[in-house]
């Protein structure tokens, strides 16, 4: 299941992942807080210091803005070049100007006073689109045919609403492009669609806007074999939200552009438009060709070997993820060579001759049958334990001879693969390698740079109980690849014979237990063959038959979902808690420690700590975030993107994947990065952040927490909305690679905000 991309295609992926522009799961301009004094209490402090026989004259705090050809500005303790630099600040830096003496501002920024040159700041924003100057100003009404206009914070139906804009109101029209308008309204600008603009108010104006089109009852016409993704937005680099069989009937809202907006089963999303049927099939009518989805295959590679699924179809590609044989992965689509496939809440790309249809015995012995309790590629994971300021050797072969790939700290959480003759090989941090097994243990060891010390936990109130808000996720579906004991009633089936039978009707619930007061965990749709495993009494005085239903993603209990929304399940380990790490927060890091420990040998993130934390420091955002979320998208500095793309002649970088879209990856995002300035690593570094902070981390979603489960929505408006990904357990698998990199350091910050329920 796909989680939403952070960025373009990971734009979506953070796009939805922050507030869209809010951020960026796209981007959009960030929000400067700068935590500095009172202009009053700020010139207190400084004259305290200065001579009290002195005058001087007090000018009015104004806004000014970094004015620099290329690098940053130095903000200096002193009106001095050989003051100490506090601190460096980006062009287009918005700071406080408290007065300026001999060519040196007071000024105020990034949450520090000190001395800036005067020569490099200018009274408008050389980071802002110019605006081409208007002879006269284009008044437009907002004319819709009931409710409000949303103005938005982006031109793009995801992005923040700043305002609900109602009938008649009057805008100042500044352009239009693609049917969005750019406009001002009580001096904020946005923008709108432009189809709900008239030139004159509306009681004299023949324009109207579009009547809403009626909602009608279609059903999917897909081949019965496969089934229809329901996205989040229309477009096919969209989250999946949930997948709906032949058949299945759906309420339609609207139609543009291929795409139908639907709702089913309380959910609403868009789904190609030409699988959409006004009546069922018939048995014997032939339906349309089945999209290329959900064809359900297995990794088929050597015992020892692992499958690399890469972020696009090319060898030089960068690694998402290594699968193991034997794991079940849904091929979306096959074209030249490569299978476009999703696997562990990620899509991506691999070789399609190590897949099969039918799933290989794991090791060299036969492969367990009819155990449902049984859970395939269970995931091993251990913590390396080694004499605190030491570290563990991961070398390339299984010998103390073997070469020295990576340092792994105390406390680093590797991925066993398999152990043999003392030694275990292991995955961490991008890389694969082994280690001496004595090492490895299966809980966290004690860490001292993990003390009270250096960890601020705040709890956040929440006006809803725990029980009233699993209620809620219960009612959008939250998934899960857990492998369930799968039930379905009798009278569904027609036996075959004594171990399978033909599904009866048209749509049957598969449920957790026998008996209708179980979970639904998924359907079974005519025609289906199921394996029967067993026959009990169900709860309901019917007769239950226990089947095989290998699913890679089902519906969770709510025992699971009470489980990972619950926030006490999560605090007895530093792992564990880091999803309630506060993304928002800066971890005042160590520049040198985190080029030496981190950094080091990253390829172009090499060296590059500084610009890291200065991101941080601009928009708000864990350093350590930044980093992780960098060193996945370049594949550890190593990337093409990152490393340098030429476009119109001037080479562009880009660090974080944004607008690297699926199949053209390369070129979108390094257009992207050109029309976005980047031209050094640092611009890439620090101006990326600005797209990432502009996604869930300003709209408030600030912990992986929040990203996944929105309890603040829940509670004001007593619904599950905007949440990043379906999965349960996303949140719980993300913080690995977060705690993997903390582990390297000595000198750091953590602030945990918890939520408690009433």
């Known amino acids: 299941m796909e989680k939403q991309e952070l960025l373009p ?42 001579n009290s026989t002195q005058t001087s004259n007090v000018q009015s705090a104004i806004t000014k803005y970094v004015n620099v050809d290329s690098g940053s500005l130095n903000l200096r303790k002193s009106a001095s070049t050989s003051s100490a630099v506090l601190a460096v600040l980006p062009k287009g830096t918005a700071v406080t100007v408290y007065s300026e003496v001999n060519g040196w501002a007071r000024v105020a920024a990034s949450g520090k006073s000190g001395y800036v040159s005067s020569k490099f700041l200018s009274n408008q924003n050389p980071a802002a689109p110019a605006v081409p100057p208007t002879t006269a ?137 030409e699988y959409l ?88 012995e036969p492969a367990p049958e009819n155990n449902p309790a049984q859970e395939d590629n269970a995931v091993v994971e251990k913590y390396v334990s080694v004499v605190y300021g030491s570290s563990l050797n991961m070398r390339a072969e299984a010998s103390t001879t073997g070469a020295v790939l990576t340092k ?56 809803i109980s725990l029980t009233d808000m699993v209620k809620l996720e219960m009612g959008v579906g939250p998934q899960t690849d857990k492998k369930y004991t799968a039930f379905i009633r009798a009278d569904a089936l027609t036996l075959n014979g004594p171990a399978n039978g ?12 026998a008996g209708t007061d179980y979970w639904s965990i ?42 990972y929304v619950n926030p006490k399940n999560f605090l007895s380990t530093t792992v564990d808690s880091l999803q309630f790490l506060k993304l928002s927060a800066t971890a005042n890091l160590n520049a040198d420690e985190v080029n030496q420990r981190i950094l080091s040998g990253k390829g172009i993130l090499q060296g590059t ?6 991101a941080g420091q601009t928009y708000g955002i864990n350093e350590i975030y930044l980093i992780s979320h960098a060193l996945l998208e370049t594949s550890n500095g190593t990337s093409k993107l990152a490393t340098g793309v030429e476009v119109n002649g001037k080479t562009v970088y880009n660090m974080y994947g944004i607008g690297a879209y699926d199949n053209t990856a390369l070129e ?33 979603q600030d912990t992986l927490y929040k990203m996944r489960w929105n309890p603040g929505s829940a509670a004001s408006k007593g619904a599950a909305a905007h949440q990043y990904a379906s999965d349960i357990g996303w949140a719980a698998k993300q913080v690995f690679q977060i705690h993997n990199l903390y582990s390297l350091l000595d000198s750091y910050k953590l602030i945990l905000e918890i939520p408690e329920y009433k």
């Not at 339906?287 to 015992?303: A, D, F, H, I």
């Not at 700590?609 to 200065?614: L, N, R």
């Open 9 to 50: 295609s990971r734009v979506e992926k953070y796009k939805n992942s922050r507030p869209q522009p809010s951020v960026v799961k796209k981007a959009i301009l960030p929000t400067f807080c700068f935590a500095v004094l009172s202009a009053a209490a700020f010139e207190e402090a400084v004259f305290a210091e200065s």
């Open 137 to 273: 100003t284009t008044l437009k009404y907002v004319n819709v045919v009931s409710g409000s206009l949303n103005m938005r914070n982006s031109a793009s139906t995801s992005a923040p609403i700043m305002a609900k804009l109602a009938k008649g109101t009057e805008v100042k029209f500044i352009s239009v492009t693609n049917g969005w308008a750019k406009i001002e309204v009580n001096g904020k600008a946005g923008f709108v669609s432009s189809a709900y603009l008239a030139d004159k108010p509306s009681a004299s104006s023949s324009v109207t806007a579009p009547a809403p089109q009626p909602a009608v009852t279609k059903y999917v016409n897909i081949d019965s074999r496969s089934k229809l993704n329901v996205r989040k937005s229309p477009s096919t680099g969209s989250a999946v939200i949930t997948k709906l069989t032949n058949e299945t009937e759906v309420t339609v809202y609207s139609e543009a552009n291929g795409w139908a907006k639907i709702n089913v089963n309380g959910q609403e999303g868009y789904v190609s438009a």
């Open 277 to 364: 049927a006004p009546a069922k099939a018939n048995t014997n009518t032939e339906v349309k060709k089945e999209e290329p989805v959900s064809v359900t295959k297995y990794v088929n590679v050597g015992y020892d070997s692992s499958l690399n699924m890469r972020k696009g179809a090319a060898a030089d590609a960068s690694v998402l993820v290594k699968l193991a044989r034997g794991t079940t992965v849904t091929v979306l689509s096959e074209d030249n060579g490569w299978a476009k496939i999703e696997a562990y809440g990620q899509t991506g790309y691999v070789d399609p001759q190590f897949l099969s249809e039918t799933k290989p015995a794991a090791g060299t």
């Open 408 to 463: 792994l700290a105390r406390g680093t959480i590797v991925t066993v693969n398999s152990e043999e003759n003392g030694w275990a090989k292991v995955t961490a941090n991008g890389q694969t390698g082994y280690v001496s097994a004595q090492y490895l243990s299966a809980s966290e060891p004690f860490n001292p740079n993990v003390t009270n010390s250096n960890i601020d936990k705040v709890y956040e109130n929440y006006n």
């Open 502 to 513: 033909t599904v009866n009707g048209a749509v049957w619930n598969v449920r957790g237990g």
């Open 522 to 563: 998924g359907q079974v749709k005519a025609q289906e063959q199921l394996q029967i495993l067993g026959t009990v009494k169900g709860t309901d005085g019917y007769d239950w038959y226990q089947i095989a239903y290998n699913k890679t993603w089902v519906n969770a209990s709510p025992e699971d979902v009470t489980y």
């Open 609 to 614: 700590a500084s610009s890291f934390i200065t």
């Open 668 to 700: 979108s995002g390094a257009q992207f990065a050109f029309n976005a300035g980047w031209f050094t690593p640092e611009a890439a570094i620090i101006g990326g952040a600005q797209f990432i902070a502009n996604g869930y981390i300003n709209a408030g």
